[in-house]
Each structure stands twice: as structure tokens, then as C-alpha cells.
């Protein structure tokens, strides 16, 4: 299994990159702090920073607080709250007339950010094996809100045309205000881990491979995401990570292909 799944990983958004998809590349940050507790519970809370264009948009804002409790050596449950701000860049949508093959004008919806909030609850099973190499497969039901909005809009109607059938300019220009209702999803998120954690290494190189499958659309494939990276211990409390990060998106918010650097930081005491 070792062997074949670094291959995977890496033939997996070649074979994704062929399907008629936007391409973004990202950068994603975050910082987390755990605090152990007695009796096996932990409270963790994390915010992150994502981009898109690398460093060009931002893509969203979140911030999360969660509790943990381990049961034995090899499970560990958690529940966690999280909210989002994401942002939606300007979104062009052409419109056609009378079926002529003919521009009838343009809806131009302007650039906006959106709260969401989510709640998840998941369970974590983990082995290291052969002293080295840690399993470990986790299952999450993700709910998450997105609230109403209204969306600045500019319509671009009734255009001119030259004798060539090009448009030169518009006849009517019409700023108008765009509600959007609110929605809810509902997620099974299940991820399969793979690293190297060996007892006296500071490195932990990893490789996953994610599904989110939506509960509420038949099982729709929402979502696949696949990471390879490694952490690194600077003391005991201390760690950073960086990984690699390639997710598919076939959702509401469209159909994208993004490849996304993500870097940590994460504290422990």
C-alpha cells in the first residue's frame, strides 16, 4: 500500500485536469493551539487564511473551536464549531435573446463575502504499525449554514451592434439589488492518512486522500481532496507543517480543480 499510494496521489489531479474545470492555485494558512485536559479531553482552536490566484484573492476567513476525547489508544472523537467567511469574486453570466445566437446582454455579479457557519462531529481511529507507519481513517458528519445574502448586481441590456455583429455599446445599464436564500449541506467527510511516525523523528511525512459525500443529494461526490506534506517538531509543543494540497470540486459553488500550498503552525500544552 505504501508503494502505490504516493503514485496515486500524483496521477490523481492529472486525471481530474482533463474535465472541463476552472484551475486555481491557492495558498492556505493556519495556526492552532491545543490544550490537554484531565480525564483524556482536549479543547483545540484554530483560524485560517485561504487565498486563490496564490496571492491575488482572497478566499476565505475561518476560525473554529472544538473539544476532543480519546478513548483508549486508538479512537478519538470530536466536536468542533466553525465560522467562514467566504468570499465570492465579480461572476460574469451571459444571457442570450430569442434564441438568435445574439448577445441579449450581461448580469455582472460584484465581488462579496458571505458568513457560514459549521458544526462537525467526528471519529477518529489510528495505528502505527511495524513501529513506523501510522493508519488512520476518519469519519465526519459536516453541517454547515450559509446565510441569506443580497448581491450588488449591474445588468447590461438592449446592445448595439456594427455591421459585423459586434457589440459596441449598450442601450441600458441597470444596478439592481440580487437576494440569494439561505441554504444548508449536509456531509460525510471520510478521510484515509498515511504517515511516517516514527518514535525520536522530528520529520512526519504524510499522504491522504479525502471524499465528501453530500447526505442530503444522493450521495453526491461534492468534494475530493488528496495532500501530501510533513510536519515538523521544533520541541514538544511546537510543530509546523507544509503540504501540497489538490481538491476537485464538483459542488454548488462550481465545478474547480484548486492546487493549494498549505502551511501551519500548531502549539500544544
Not at 478519538?76 to 466553525?82: D, E, I, N, P, R
Not at 455599446?169 to 444596478?175: G, I, L
Not at 498515511?194 to 486522500?209: L, N, Y
Not at 509543543?237 to 492546487?259: L, M, P, Q, W
Request: glycine share 6%; net charge positive; charged share 30%.
Amino acid at each position: 500500500m505504501r508503494r502505490f499510494l504516493p503514485l496515486f496521489l500524483l496521477a490523481l489531479p492529472l486525471t481530474l485536469q482533463a474535465q472541463d474545470t476552472e484551475n486555481y492555485g491557492a495558498l492556505w494558512t493556519e495556526v492552532g493551539v491545543t490544550k490537554v485536559l484531565p480525564y483524556n479531553f482536549s479543547i483545540d482552536a484554530e483560524t485560517g487564511f485561504r487565498t486563490l490566484d496564490w496571492m491575488e484573492n482572497a478566499n476565505r476567513f475561518d476560525a473554529s473551536i472544538g473539544l476532543g476525547y480519546k478513548l483508549g489508544k486508538y479512537l478519538k472523537f470530536g466536536l468542533s464549531y466553525t465560522f467562514i467567511e467566504r468570499h465570492y469574486l465579480e461572476e460574469w453570466k451571459e444571457n442570450y435573446g430569442n434564441n438568435s445566437g445574439r448577445f441579449n446582454g450581461y448580469n455582472v455579479d460584484a465581488a462579496h463575502w458571505t458568513p457560514r457557519h459549521r458544526i462537525s462531529l467526528d471519529v477518529t481511529a489510528d495505528k502505527r504499525f511495524w513501529k513506523t507507519l501510522r493508519i488512520s481513517l476518519r469519519e465526519r458528519y459536516q453541517y454547515t449554514h450559509q446565510a441569506p445574502r443580497d448581491i450588488d448586481r449591474t445588468r447590461y441590456r438592449d446592445p448595439s451592434y456594427d455591421a459585423e455583429g459586434n457589440i459596441t455599446d449598450w442601450d441600458r445599464v441597470e444596478n439592481v439589488i440580487k437576494h440569494k436564500n439561505a441554504w444548508n449541506r449536509h456531509l460525510l467527510r471520510s478521510r484515509l492518512k498515511f504517515a511516517i511516525d516514527k518514535k525520536g523523528w522530528q520529520w512526519e511525512p504524510f499522504a491522504s486522500i479525502e471524499t465528501h459525500n453530500n447526505m442530503g443529494d444522493s450521495w453526491h461526490l461534492d468534494k475530493i481532496r488528496a495532500m501530501a506534506g510533513t510536519e515538523y517538531a521544533i520541541t514538544k509543543r511546537h510543530k509546523v507543517s507544509c503540504a501540497y494540497v489538490f481538491t476537485h470540486e464538483n459542488d454548488d459553488d462550481g465545478n474547480e480543480n484548486i492546487y493549494a500550498i498549505s502551511v501551519g503552525y500548531k502549539f500544544k500544552f
